[in-house]
């Protein structure tokens, strides 16, 4: 008997076969068998499936007679003729990973559960990318006691990314119904209403392939049959819980519907013809009639509002609306605001209150507009249309410009009043190259500037011009110009081919090496870099303003990562990595950087390096931090030739000397001045106008909120650990929130949240935040020992102190112990901080004033100038 029966139901698909079952054959799991199932296939299928059974004894054929017509008969022909204990199905144009049947099989036998369930990803054929379906129903291993401990598991009613209990299946007379398409919902409803204990695994266990020209039940959205199916489906489902005494768990599973398999239909509804949509909600309308209000009044708002224009039959309106639900989410075309409340349209009714989406409440700069392009036509070389802009939440002012950027072009244009509430202007441009052509609308009175796209009909006719190729994109239709391919000469092919090969990161690595043999370095040339070349900012900024106040006869180049061009005024700069960088970094006399140049980069001869750091606090550094404490030899090494090129170092303080020095290895010149870029905060100097710039409301008090990374989970934008909802909600009328996110971290401020929330993860200078701010919320971040130099109030959000001290990043003081604030685990607590921030504030100042000596005791606000007398004065001397 085998460990694992896999079916494989296949019918006319004898091209993808093969992948399918070798796949399955492929399994770190030897000991399994594949049953293919045809559902009487008339291609080659029954000539490669029995190939495949000749080839590998594992293999079996089982063959219907007659077609089916739909998954589930041969989902049950497979599952009966199963010889192990346990079953998994796979369809034959998916595949399964490697490792997949042998992880399920040890998870079912660890836990005793009756199936487990495993994460399902997309995976592209176009490009390969895997997308996992709702990751976060798969976040964390566990085991379930029922449906009913977590009914959003409903969104799972797959049958192929689990592994069943076949004696379970067959006690429980559980199987596919044979004569509708969705046959794994109605099954999933059985499955979920009888099952008492199963488990969920976090691992990719299916691979679902989505091909361009792939046809599937699944993709074919287009079809009214297949609407009919899902919505029968749907029915089939609720009745067969109902059947097995789960009435209770109906709602649940029409939540399911709304948000996951009307979704399927609404997202391309914009580019469907009226007839096709009026049809559409004539089959959906009946079954939406049955769900309760309160399944709606839990659906997203914009769902909600396409479920309410269903039921009331108003069909432009509808596919108005769906347009909203994907890509750019475009505004409405009128919006009422009653009572506080924000309605979709022009009409007043509780399933089209879109308020909590905020979009009456965003900032100027955040504004949303509708602009709908028509009648678009050649104008020589140029596109010329009719565009007609709605103000549906009332946010243009008395006084304003107006523009069309397409590219670097931009166009002014003079939208006058339509007569419909908004306005219409004619104006062409000129493509130029890939774009997305968007209007804009600029508030004179400070200059604030908000966009949004262009929308235009879905069945725009391409229109081709030596620019680039005019078309409408996506299922919402949006304007957009994409480069027409142009084919390049022999030579030109030659010369990019040869540039790539000699300019690979080893090669240029092997010319700088001969540059600092045979070039003298200038001492009067000096190459500055902050943040790896992300910006202009930092200590290496102060000691450059330094530099022209006293109009020293040093010349600077600032290096920049490729798409940053926010050097100083009148500087020169240089593309990091470029070759032009690679000769100024040979040439010049003086390097000054805050993180570090190029690592396995020689200093050269005669060159002196100041290293400013970037920032002290209590998290490990150096050899302590996780990149480097693991025991392998060549990143070690490399670090510690990289920190032996430092000439001098700048310390802010004391305990940063204590910490810092010995965990690099460095052993120069420390220049105990403070910090160069705190200067500003010792002086409260801000280089801008925060408030203006971000669009902060007058009256509210701005709390800086400034989490680190993690390094287990860079990038994934995690750090933003506090319940920004709850606080809006809880907060909005009297803080608003400045999130600076950490450089290497990715996060995006979702759009019911802009009106609170105010990122500044780009903003040039943190100073500039930290002076016009009113607080600080962070966790682990450096920043908060420059913070204390505003002597105003911190909170510490430390929900993840155990783990991040004990297995993530690694501590050198107890912080919830030296902490200069209080230290909150929730957002609710935060809520209550915030509310009693002063006297809070007041009960920490014994704290607060030990923190300041620890970390700031030598910020004066003249680190720049006595840096810049030891080390450049003393340099020109020399």
């Not at 605001?337 to 409440?361: C, F, H, K, M, N």
């Not at 990038?715 to 809880?730: K, N, T």
């Amino acid at each position: 008997m085998p460990d694992c029966s896999v079916v494989v139901i296949t019918y006319n698909d004898a091209a993808r076969l093969p992948r399918a079952v070798r796949s399955v054959l492929r399994q770190s799991l030897r000991d399994l068998e594949v049953i293919i199932a045809d559902d009487a296939s008339t291609d080659g299928t029954p000539e490669v499936a029995a190939s495949l059974a000749a080839q590998d004894p594992r293999v079996r054929y089982v063959r219907r007679k007659v077609n089916s017509g739909h998954c589930g008969a041969p989902r049950n022909d497979g599952a009966d003729a199963a010889a192990a204990p346990y079953v998994m199905f796979l369809d034959s144009d998916d595949e399964l990973p490697r490792h997949a049947c042998k992880s399920l099989l040890a998870e079912i036998e660890r836990t005793g559960a009756q199936f487990v369930s495993g994460q399902i990803s997309r995976l592209y054929e176009t490009n390969g990318k895997l997308r996992p379906y709702y990751p976060s129903l798969f976040a964390r291993r566990r085991v379930v006691a029922g449906i009913r401990e977590d009914p959003e598991l409903f969104l799972d009613s797959f049958s192929t990314n689990k592994l069943y209990d076949v004696a379970w299946l067959r006690e429980r007379e559980l199987r596919f119904p044979e004569d509708l398409d969705y046959e794994d919902h109605v099954f999933a409803a059985d499955l979920y209403a009888l099952a008492r204990r199963f488990a969920i695994v976090p691992w990719t266990v299916y691979h679902w392939h989505r091909a361009c020209d792939g046809v599937s039940i699944s993709l074919s959205v287009d079809d009214l049959d297949n609407v009919r199916q899902r919505v029968l489906a749907a029915r089939r489902s609720d009745d067969r819980l109902r059947a097995h005494g789960a009435g209770d768990l109906v709602p649940h599973r029409q939540r399911r519907f709304v948000r996951q398999d009307l979704r399927v239909y609404l997202n391309p509804l914009p580019s469907r013809d009226l007839v096709w949509v009026k049809e559409f909600a004539s089959i959906v309308r009946p079954y939406l009639a049955r769900i309760p209000a309160e399944v709606m009044e839990e659906a997203a708002p914009l769902e909600r509002v396409c479920c309410r224009l269903i039921l009331d039959d108003r069909i432009e309106d509808l596919r108005i609306a769906a347009g909203s639900l994907t890509g750019q989410r475009a505004a409405p075309r009128a919006a009422v605001r009653l009572d506080g409340r924000t309605y979709w349209g022009t009409t007043v009714s509780p399933g089209l209150d879109i308020t909590p989406l905020r979009l009456a409440e965003l900032p100027f700069a955040a504004a949303r507009l509708r602009h709908e392009a028509s009648e678009l036509v050649r104008d020589g070389d140029r596109v010329r249309m009719t565009v007609r802009t709605f103000d549906p939440f009332g946010a243009l002012p008395a006084d304003w410009t107006a523009f069309l950027q397409a590219g670097r072009e931009r166009v002014p244009i003079r939208p006058e009043p339509s007569g419909e509430g908004g306005y219409v202007c004619e104006v062409a441009f000129t493509p130029d190259g890939k774009c997305e052509p968007r209007i804009g609308f600029t508030r004179v009175s400070d200059g604030h500037t908000t966009t949004d796209r262009i929308i235009v009909d879905p069945r725009l006719r391409p229109i081709e011009l030596p620019g680039g190729l005019v078309q409408a994109e996506g299922h919402a239709a949006y304007l957009c110009v994409r480069a027409t391919r142009t084919r390049r000469r022999p030579r030109e092919r030659l010369w990019r081919r040869f540039v790539r090969q000699v300019g690979t990161p080893r090669n240029k690595l092997r010319a700088y090496k001969v540059l600092v043999k045979v070039l003298r370095p200038r001492p009067d040339l000096a190459l500055f870099e902050s943040d790896v070349g992300k910006g202009c900012c930092g200590s290496p900024r102060a000691i450059y303003e330094e530099l022209r106040r006293r109009d020293l006869p040093i010349e600077v180049v600032w290096s920049l990562a490729k798409g940053r061009n926010d050097a100083p005024r009148g500087a020169r700069r240089v593309r990091r990595g470029s070759w032009r960088h690679l000769w100024t970094m040979a040439r010049a006399g003086i390097w000054v950087d805050s993180h570090g140049f190029p690592l396995d980069y020689p200093k050269p001869r005669g060159t002196r390096y100041l290293q400013t750091w970037h920032g002290q606090g209590i998290k490990s550094i150096g050899f302590d931090a996780p990149d480097l404490r693991a025991d392998f030899d060549r990143p070690r090494a490399q670090w510690r030739a990289a920190v032996a090129r430092w000439d001098a170092l700048v310390s802010p303080s004391a305990e940063f000397s204590r910490i810092f020095v010995p965990s690099n290895g460095y052993t120069g010149k420390v220049y105990r001045y403070g910090t160069p870029r705190c200067d500003a905060l010792v002086r409260g100097e801000p280089t801008g106008d925060v408030r203006g710039i971000l669009d902060l409301p007058p009256g509210r008090r701005v709390l800086l909120y400034a989490p680190t990374y993690r390094d287990r989970a860079m990038g994934s934008g995690q750090s933003v650990r506090a319940d920004l909802e709850l606080l809006a909600e809880e907060l909005a009328g009297e803080w608003v929130v400045v999130l600076r996110t950490h450089p290497v971290e990715r996060y995006e401020t979702p759009e019911h949240l802009r009106h609170f929330v105010r990122f500044a993860g780009r903003y040039p200078e943190v100073n500039d935040l930290m002076l016009a701010s009113d607080a600080l919320l962070t966790d682990y971040s450096s920043l908060m020992c420059d913070y204390a130099i505003t002597g105003r109030p911190m909170v510490f959000y430390l929900d993840d102190w155990d783990d991040y001290r004990l297995s993530e990043r690694g501590v050198y003081h107890d912080l919830p112990a030296i902490a200069p604030g209080p230290c909150v685990t929730t957002t609710e607590e935060l809520v209550d901080v915030l509310r009693r921030l002063d006297e809070e504030h007041a009960a920490h100042a014994a704290r607060y004033a030990a923190f300041r000596e620890l970390w700031c005791a030598d910020e004066r606000g003249d680190a720049a100038a006595r840096i810049v007398d030891d080390f450049f004065r003393v340099g020109a001397r020399r």
